[in-house]
Structures are given as C-alpha cells and as structure tokens.
C-alpha cells in the first residue's frame, strides 16, 4: 500500500482579544469573549489564537506565529490614553485589557501586519493612533444614537465597504461612545445618516480596518442582528488579507 500524503491548505492563525473581569460567585479573574466572534474567523478560515499576556517575550514569539490581530468589542477605554480626565458619563473601564491591546496593537502596526478593529476595538485603534473619543455621545455631542439600535450607514465610494456590501445598509449599534478626532492616517469610510458618527476606517498605507457595529452578530447560523447584509464576507477579506504570500 502507497504512503499516501495528506495535503492542508494553510489557515492565518489570527490572535483575538477578550475581556476580563471578576466571576461573581468565586470572586476569581477571569478572561472570555463571545463565542461569535471566533465563529465568524472560523468559518472565514482563519484559526484563532487567545493571549492573556503581553510581555516582550511572548509577543516577540507569537509575532512570528500569528497573521493578523483581531480586536473585538467590550468596555470603554481609560480616557488618560486620549489625554482626557474620566467624566461621569464613562462606562465601565478594563485597564488590564487597554494595556494588553495597546502592546499587540502597536507590535502588529510595527511589523506591517493586519489588524481588525470591531467597536472597542475600533476605538482602541483610534486611540492608539493618536485620536479621540466622545466618552458619550449623547452626553457630549446631543447626538441621538441608542444602545442596541439598528441605523443606515452610507460607506464612502472606493471603500471596501461600497464594494463588498453597497453604498447604504443597515448595522446593529452596541456603543455609546465613538471617534470624536480621527487618529493619524485613518480614513473614515462610513457615517451614520447624522454623517457625524464615524462607522468605518481604513489606514492610509497599512491593513488596518475597522467598524463601529459588530459584524459577528450579523452572520452564521445562530445570526443575532436579523436586518443588514451578511457580513461574512467582510470577515472573508480580512482573512485573505491574512495570508501569506508564497
């Protein structure tokens, strides 16, 4: 009998960050994310990769394992990382979580490779390239824009967005803050119909992309927000994007 040999496409190994928090019962830390979020990279192709730490050791050698960092939704982000003091319309703050993604996100922008932003996380991305956020929307700009809502956007022309999906859509919000100054070399590519809500950029020469909606809650089997396109081909392209080159 021949030996026969076993062919694998090569999958991108995409690094995600979660949350922590404190279990109620046990009182015990903990580190989680929603399981859609995985789902979504999963079924794109992707194999995700979860990391708790940060030290120059441990992202010096998982830099040479991951393709592309994905930075997924959560708490708001401590204000000081934008220069501003912590107002009373701020929501709950995860510290631990804002350095760990600090340090990936600058280690990926570093070595070129691509990154995804989802709501936090595209604010994260904001923040780290030097913007800013409106800590409340309403609150600060009198902009109305509820919490778990569903909205039109209209994507800017040559956008991966006009060209994966169309020139207007509708996405779930799950956010109370946003971008209030753009972070150096990000471009926006969405608003909401206020046209004062950025949903959407890309940066200006590196694969960074991200949304203010989650994406991963409008696609798969178990698909949460019902309304708006499937979103999997956004997921699709960030993967391809992941690839490497032979």
């Known amino acids: 009998m021949k030996n026969e040999r076993l062919t694998v496409n090569y999958k991108p190994v995409i690094l995600m960050t979660g ?7 046990r009182k015990l830390k903990r580190v989680y994310y929603y399981k859609n979020y995985a789902e979504a990279m999963e079924a794109a192709g992707a194999i995700i990769l979860n990391t708790s730490v940060y030290d120059k050791d441990t992202v010096s050698q998982l830099m040479e394992i991951a393709d592309g ?6 708490t708001d982000i401590e204000p000081h990382y934008y220069n501003e003091p912590t107002q009373e319309y701020c929501g709950s703050l995860d510290s631990w979580r804002d350095d760990l993604e600090c340090a990936w996100a600058k280690a990926f ?13 595209m604010q994260m991305l904001n923040v780290i390239m030097g913007g800013s956020l409106w800590q409340d929307i309403t609150a600060q700009t009198q902009i109305i824009h509820p919490y778990d809502s569903i909205h039109k956007i209209n994507t800017a022309e040559n956008s991966i967005l006009r060209e994966l999906f169309s020139e207007e859509f509708e996405v779930n919000s799950f956010h109370h803050q946003s971008i209030k ?21 890309h940066h200006q020469s590196l694969p960074v992309w991200a949304v203010q909606w989650h994406p991963e809650r409008m696609t798969g089997e178990e ?4 309304v708006g396109p499937d979103m999997m081909p956004l997921f699709q392209f960030f993967v391809n994007k ?3 080159k032979k």
């Not at 949350?19 to 019962?25: F, M, Q």
Request: aromatic letters at 8%.
């Open 69 to 74: 960092l994905f930075l997924t939704g959560g």
């Open 109 to 121: 922008l570093s070595a070129g490779k691509p990154i995804l932003g989802v709501c936090r996380g």
């Open 242 to 244: 992941c690839l490497r």
């Open 223 to 226: 698909r949460y927000t019902k």
């Open 181 to 201: 100054e753009p972070g150096a070399e990000l471009i926006p590519t969405a608003w909401d119909a206020s046209t004062q809500i950025v949903e959407a950029f």
């Open 19 to 25: 949350s922590s928090d404190l279990e109620p019962k």
